[in-house]
């Protein structure tokens, strides 16, 4: 059975230690090119793209979102010196997110091609650049400040990714002042085992949606599957299970809440979703919310999101707000 609707949590208070909080995305950003088609075509088929967007995605669209909701935002990955690296250089700046990574000179970023069908929902193939090289020398470049919270993405820690031990090990250094904010993925099943827990042992916001939480826990409800999740991460660690139309569950200190999704009249594309409910999850607890109230507010956010097309479709302050005004 599930839980009543803010049943478990007190709505009141802060999540976050009161203070000042920079949100540092430590995960790769790259080039979405989207084509949209009626369906995927089958094997040795082809189609015809109703539809082609290229914009930058991966974990730009996180930064994005948090940034356009007021939180000071920075990207610490590589990016490349080629058309692609120029690209990202470019949104970055036009979003107003600092970099606190020397940009690689010589090589370009990656890119990934995205098969976006009727409905939204989305398949990628990726092709890495220097995103995916991430060394221990530049994580140790960045000054890490207290209040921080770090993003940690489980797509740089799969597929055999260079960078995948030197963020693992990193996490695993990081001081209690600093906080470690993690979502596994799609990939989450193929990171490798010492390094998810790595990472896990130092998260302290896991967010995730449910078919990666079922890869993580082997579990089939809301209840077991937060209270497996809950097990894997820091002691003051919290859990956000997201499942769509079906809203969000949020589990803190034992206590279990589920808040309820914002219905949208069509989805448009469901690409960068989960990054927008993550980037305003991120920026209402950065303000001072509490885990249920940036709950509700990153509902709100990933409905806006699949009304739009593209990847970094997270809202501006005033859009978000419209629609939580709207109830």
């Known amino acids: 059975m599930e839980p009543t609707p803010y049943g478990g949590l007190d709505e009141s208070g802060t999540w976050l230690p009161v203070g000042q909080h920079r949100f540092i995305v430590a995960a790769q950003a790259l080039v979405d090119v989207l084509m949209y088609v009626s369906t995927v075509p089958e094997r040795g088929g082809s189609c015809i793209a109703t539809r082609t967007v290229t914009q930058v995605g991966g974990s730009f669209n996180v930064a994005?979102?948090?940034?356009?909701?007021?939180?000071?935002?920075?990207?610490?990955?590589?990016?490349?010196?080629?058309?692609?690296?120029?690209?990202i250089h470019e949104r970055l700046a036009s979003e107003g997110i600092g970099s606190l990574v020397a940009a690689a000179n010589g090589r370009d970023s990656g890119f990934d091609v995205g098969l976006v069908e009727a409905g939204g929902e989305s398949r990628y193939i990726g092709a890495p650049g220097v995103e995916a090289e991430i060394t221990p020398e530049d994580l140790a470049s960045i000054a890490l400040e207290p209040g921080d919270l770090i993003y940690l993405s489980g797509y740089d820690l799969a597929m055999?990714?260079?960078?995948a031990s030197a963020l693992g090990e990193w996490a695993g250094t990081l001081l209690p002042d600093v906080w470690c904010v993690f979502d596994p993925g799609p990939p989450v099943a193929d990171i490798p085992p010492p390094i998810a827990t790595q990472v896990l042992r130092r998260?302290?916001?896991?967010?995730?949606?449910?078919?990666?939480?079922?890869?993580?826990?082997?579990?089939?409800?809301?209840?077991?599957?937060?209270?497996?999740?809950?097990?894997?991460?820091?002691?003051?660690?919290?859990?956000?299970?997201?499942?769509?139309?079906?809203?969000?569950?949020?589990?803190?200190?034992?206590?279990?809440s589920h808040v309820a999704a914002y219905p949208v009249p069509e989805v448009l594309d469901t690409t960068g979703a989960g990054d927008a409910h993550t980037g305003a999850l991120v920026a209402w607890l950065g303000r001072g919310a509490s885990l249920l109230a940036a709950a509700r507010a990153a509902n709100a956010?990933?409905?806006?999101?699949?009304?739009?097309?593209?990847p970094a479709t997270g809202p501006t302050e005033e859009e978000l707000q419209q629609r939580l005004d709207r109830g």
């Open 203 to 256: 998260t302290d916001l896991l967010t995730l949606n449910w078919r990666e939480g079922q890869l993580l826990t082997g579990e089939s409800s809301p209840d077991a599957m937060a209270t497996s999740l809950a097990t894997l991460i820091s002691s003051r660690g919290a859990v956000i299970l997201r499942k769509g139309a079906s809203g969000a569950w949020v589990w803190n200190g034992g206590a279990l």
């Open 301 to 310: 956010a990933a409905a806006l999101a699949i009304q739009a097309i593209g």
């Open 64 to 87: 994005a979102a948090a940034a356009r909701l007021g939180m000071s935002t920075y990207y610490a990955g590589k990016v490349g010196s080629g058309p692609n690296g120029r690209l």
């Open 160 to 163: 055999g990714r260079a960078s």
